[in-house]
């Protein structure tokens, strides 16, 4: 299969670009190298630098290439950021999702697999999180990502496309290469974040806030592993390939962590004290989310390979030591 990977340069894209590389699919990865980086496009994928706002360039690529699936991840993904400047995630995510599905209408192109989020729900009404729970976003990011799907829904019933939308919950880790890995400017991510401490280039990991309503006080998150996300993204292909109608899926292991948990676990796996401060909760964070993936376990046949939070950990730190500065040189 011709598979084409949108935001390929970016952390999960990239991630999905070497495993269905490994797998021994053909790859074509578009990415606009606006948060995306070409040191991580693997060398046996084709690349089209260009943004999916741009409807001739995106159409030269369904022109040049026999695509037999899409995988869209082209999206801005900061929650923080969104809340500043949300007209920028309608126009990125919207109004390139947009262009992206009149080209693939145009050339006939009826599969795509889209990386939503856990976002999407909001403030959850229990945990662990259902598909069928509510959806009502906190951030303009959750709400562009939501809406993304709507749009799916709707012109999949026009048009005779069918999708597959996965909702995300805390990605982390790195490919087992050490070749790539997370590298996000600014940084906002814990994980990413807590492992600047042993590498020198934070005192230390600030926590939001220790007044929730859990074990020890902080927010409790599901962490997956990004080989675990990209080995679902090839399922969902598969699913699709197969006929199926189309569906959404969370992933996430089922298993909470508390951010001071997590520190425990980085403290463990680099053998550093790990400073901590606590500082006020960041606005708009749920105190848990945790997901049920039971519907993509049963449905897609997924089961997450690397579950324990010390391997993810792990992995990410065999990633950030060796690049302090992500990408950069
Ligand atoms: N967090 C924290 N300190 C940080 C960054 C994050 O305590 O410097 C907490 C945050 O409040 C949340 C969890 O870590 O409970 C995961 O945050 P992240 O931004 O990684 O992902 P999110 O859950 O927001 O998608």
Known sequence: MTILVLGGAGYIGSHTAYELIDRGEDVVI????????LQAVHPKARFYQGDIRNRSFIDSVFEKEKID????????????????????????NLCGTKVLLE??????????????????????????????????????YGE???????????TGKAHNLRYVSLRYFN???????????????????????ILQVPNGQREA??????????TDGTCVRDYIHVTDLAQAHIRAVDYLVKGNESSIFNLGNGIGFTVKEVIEAARKVTGDPIKTVIVPRRAGDPAKLIASSEKARTILGWKPEHADLEEIIASAWNWHKNHPNGFAK
């Open 144 to 154: 562009t990502k939501l809406s993304m799907e709507k749009m799916f829904h709707w």
């Open 205 to 214: 990991i600030s926590i939001f806030g220790e007044d929730y309503d859990t």
């Open 69 to 92: 699936a899409v995988i869209h991840f082209a999206a801005n993904s900061l929650v923080g950021e969104s809340m500043v400047n949300p007209l920028k995630y309608y126009d990125n």
């Open 30 to 37: 578009v990415d606009n190298l606006e948060t995306g980086f």
């Open 171 to 193: 990605a982390c880790g790195a490919h087992k290469s050490g070749l790539i890995g997370e590298a996000h400017n600014p940084e906002s991510h814990l994980v990413p974040l």
């Open 103 to 140: 080209s693939m209408v145009a050339h006939d192109i009826d599969k795509i697999v889209f990386s939503s989020t856990a976002a999407t729900y909001g403030e959850p009404e229990r945990v662990p999180i259902l598909e069928t729970d509510r959806t009502e976003p906190t951030n303009t």
